[in-house]
């Protein structure tokens, strides 16, 4: 198993169409074998989001790269109205999951807010 990481500059007024893309191209990613995709948003406004996948092996995410499936979804207006920076790949070599308690505890559908006071 591989997780790559990317991180994206992604404007202000792009954010809301940006996560709707994500989650559009679920089905046609989920198709070509893709196992997770997490979009992180830094606490601090304005910095790079960072885009968190999970693939099965190199085979796979290399089989995506190079599908046609792919092409189309890069070639939308939201994926060109962002800035990309390379991917890194890492080989999963150790760690968990732990399915039920992502399951009981699902933060997308409710997220927490996040204070503007320090403390």
Excluded: K
């Excluded at 070509?32 to 606490?43: K, M, Y």
């Excluded at 989001?49 to 999970?54: A, F, Q, S």
């Excluded at 190199?58 to 979804?73: G, K, M, S």
């Amino acid at each position: 198993m591989i997780v790559c990481l990317r991180t994206v500059s992604v404007p202000p007024e792009w954010r809301d169409p940006y996560l709707a893309w994500i989650d559009a191209g679920r089905a046609v990613r989920q198709q070509h074998g893709i196992l997770a995709e997490l979009v992180c948003e830094p606490a601090d406004p304005g910095a790079d989001i960072v885009v968190v996948t999970v693939w099965p092996s190199h085979e796979v995410f290399d089989a995506w790269i190079a599908t046609p499936d792919r092409d189309a979804l890069t070639a939308s207006e939201v994926h060109q109205a962002v800035t990309y920076r390379p991917i890194t790949r890492y080989e999963v070599t150790g760690g968990y999951l732990n399915l039920p308690g992502l399951t009981a505890h699902d933060q997308s559908r409710n997220p927490p807010h996040i204070s503007e006071e320090t403390s």
